[in-house]
């Protein structure tokens, strides 16, 4: 059990299950509400869940332990989380989940691109046979039949 948690694999499928009930559960929420009100509601769900977990788990950091590039970094992660957010409800409340999921999926695909071009990481044939596998695929989920 303590492997399994140490995984990387572990975590980022257990990020996929609760990003695809992300979807579900937002499209039903959203039913009747403002998209950006929605994304509101949510952001402070995922606030008050993350303090409740660092108190829990004694993982709060004095705020003058954290660089200035780093604060500067993770402000800009914000920004584009926030973004994210509110284009995604925005995109939930105006298609299908199965639909819309799947094309916002398509940041792995850039991840990798920007990774490659901004991180200077390596990604061998197989793996941009990958991405473009994934690439090809949302978008084919994404096209009406």
Do not use: H
């Not at 995984?7 to 998209?35: E, R």
């Not at 999921?101 to 398509?106: E, R, T």
């Amino acid at each position: 059990m303590r492997d399994m948690l140490a995984s990387w694999l572990f975590w980022a499928l257990l990020s996929a299950v609760f990003a695809a009930l992300t979807a579900i559960f937002a499209k039903i929420g959203i039913s009747n509400v403002n998209s950006d009100f929605a994304t509101f509601i949510r952001t402070l769900v995922i606030l008050v869940t993350i303090a409740f977990i660092l108190t829990l788990t004694g993982q709060w950091q004095p705020f003058g332990s954290v660089s200035p590039r780093s604060y500067g970094f993770l402000v800009l992660s914000g920004f584009a989380t926030g973004a994210s957010w509110l284009c995604y409800f925005r995109a939930l409340k105006l298609g299908d989940a199965a639909r819309v999921a799947p094309i916002d999926k398509l940041s792995v695909v850039l991840v990798a691109v920007f990774g490659v071009v901004f991180l200077s990481e390596k990604l061998s044939a197989r793996n941009w046979l990958g991405v473009l596998l994934i690439a090809s695929g949302a978008i084919l989920v994404a096209m009406r039949s």
